[in-house]
């Protein structure tokens, strides 16, 4: 029997905390893992793959790791990904370089803020494993990208702020806007189960629960003492 479980954060050190949603519980857990300091996201896809995100010795080259769960260790085994190029690098405000499974593929997904102080899009390459190679896909270019936002994979990306939300159409590569969240969180993570996708604010004291099919909100309980991470697990 297994238990159904969502990732909600992943730290260096190793800490991993989890919920499970249909019970409203959340555990938290240590795992021995040595992870260099130029980490930058970690996803874990439908066949239970864990792919982690890393500089590949420079922020403007990214490569992807995955996980072997036999030999406890990372192994490189994917072609290197661009990020920005060195002279656009000070051009945005800030930018975060993300990594999903959509529909069975890999994504590399850059969010990139306040270029020169107007534009700001999300850039997305999705990972071709027969040729080797990223793919350019649709751009989603928004008036303004808050500091806290989520992002969620699963059949569709969803991209999440506390005021709007768009779907990224794997099939026919586009993006659309779907109903905002009504309860407003600075939402700062968000996982998809089903058709249903979770979001909590950083410190996981309100859950928010968007359900894709019929494009609606509702609330969950949140964690009652979020200052607390030492949950024990077996």
């Given at each position: 029997?297994?238990t159904?479980?969502?990732?909600?954060?992943?730290?260096?050190?190793?800490?991993?905390?989890?919920?499970?949603?249909?019970?409203?519980?959340?555990?938290?857990?240590?795992?021995?893992?040595?992870?260099?300091?130029?980490?930058l996201?970690?996803?874990v896809?439908?066949?239970?793959?864990?792919?982690?995100?890393t500089?590949?010795g420079?922020?403007y080259q990214?490569?992807?790791?995955?996980?072997?769960?036999?030999?406890n260790?990372?192994?490189?085994?994917?072609?290197?990904?661009?990020?920005?190029?060195?002279?656009d690098?000070?051009?945005?405000?800030?930018?975060?370089?993300?990594l999903?499974?959509?529909d069975?593929?890999?994504?590399?997904?850059?969010?990139?803020?306040?270029?020169n102080n107007v534009?700001?899009?999300?850039?997305?390459?999705?990972?071709n494993?027969h040729?080797?190679?990223?793919?350019?896909?649709?751009?989603?270019?928004?008036?303004?990208?808050?500091?806290?936002?989520?992002i969620?994979?699963?059949?569709?990306?969803?991209?999440?702020?506390?005021s709007e939300?768009?779907?990224?159409?794997?099939?026919?590569?586009?993006?659309?806007?779907?109903?905002?969240?009504?309860?407003?969180?600075?939402?700062?993570?968000?996982?998809?189960?089903?058709?249903?996708?979770?979001?909590t604010?950083?410190n996981?004291?309100?859950?928010?629960?968007?359900?894709?099919?019929?494009?609606?909100?509702?609330?969950?309980?949140?964690?009652?003492d979020p200052?607390?991470?030492?949950?024990?697990?077996?």
């Amino acid at each position: 029997m297994t238990t159904e479980m969502v990732l909600l954060y992943f730290s260096r050190e190793g800490q991993i905390l989890y919920m499970n949603p249909h019970q409203g519980k959340y555990i938290s857990c240590d795992y021995d893992y040595d992870l260099t300091d130029d980490f930058l996201a970690l996803t874990v896809t439908s066949d239970n793959n864990i792919y982690i995100l890393t500089m590949d010795g420079s922020p403007y080259q990214l490569s992807i790791r995955q996980y072997n769960h036999t030999e406890n260790e990372w192994e490189a085994g994917m072609s290197s990904v661009a990020s920005l190029e060195s002279e656009d690098y000070e051009d945005f405000k800030f930018h975060d370089d993300l990594l999903f499974e959509v529909d069975g593929m890999l994504y590399h997904v850059a969010v990139l803020g306040e270029y020169n102080n107007v534009l700001n899009y999300v850039r997305m390459r999705k990972y071709n494993q027969h040729t080797d190679q990223w793919q350019e896909c649709s751009q989603l270019v928004l008036d303004e990208i808050p500091q806290e936002y989520a992002i969620s994979g699963g059949p569709s990306l969803y991209f999440i702020t506390r005021s709007e939300v768009h779907c990224y159409d794997p099939i026919q590569d586009c993006w659309c806007e779907r109903a905002p969240p009504i309860y407003a969180p600075d939402i700062s993570t968000a996982v998809a189960m089903g058709t249903e996708i979770f979001c909590t604010d950083r410190n996981f004291t309100r859950t928010v629960v968007y359900d894709t099919e019929s494009d609606c909100w509702r609330e969950l309980s949140g964690w009652p003492d979020p200052r607390n991470l030492d949950v024990l697990c077996d």
